[in-house]
């Protein structure tokens, strides 16, 4: 049996040559693309399973009765995001031209979760995605939750 070469500078620094041809197929094909995502869907991430409450308490409660506002300010929060994000908050509502309502999207942080959030605007509205992003190239999921 013989061993495999080092891998050369091409191979090391191009993707297209470092991925292995069988997977190459297999994404070049629209089957192959759908299997590949539904593998990537079916994943957690470790510290999903670690973070307190895990899977539970991923949504708030509902809400006794609806509030009727003008203006709603969505912001997606990041870690260490809570002194901008109360910035941002003051300064849509002194700019606002009726009553505010604040959605927070909560990317599992230390310092932006409900109680903390609530604690400072008792109207504010927050929730948690179901698994953390990993940043801003993939903020869709975030941005989903906010919109459904």
Known sequence: MTERAA?????????????????????????????AALYRRRRLPR????????????????PEHRRRVRVVCWMPAGPGARAHLL???ASALASSPGELGLLVTDDWTPDCF???????????????????????PRLWPMTALAIG
């Not at 191009?14 to 759908?34: D, F, H, M, Q, Y």
């Not at 510290?47 to 509902?62: E, H, S, T, V």
């Not at 409900?114 to 801003?136: E, F, H, K, Y």
């Open 87 to 89: 910035d941002t908050y």
């Open 7 to 35: 891998p050369t500078d091409e191979e090391r620094f191009n993707p297209e040559v470092a991925t292995p041809l069988w997977r190459r197929r297999l994404k070049s094909s629209e089957a192959g693309r759908i299997a």
């Open 114 to 136: 409900s109680a903390a959030i609530t604690s400072v605007v008792p109207d504010a509205v927050v929730t948690r995605t179901r698994i953390p992003s990993g940043g801003p």
């Open 47 to 62: 510290q999903l399973f670690a973070a307190p409450g895990g899977l539970r308490n991923i949504y708030p409660p509902a």
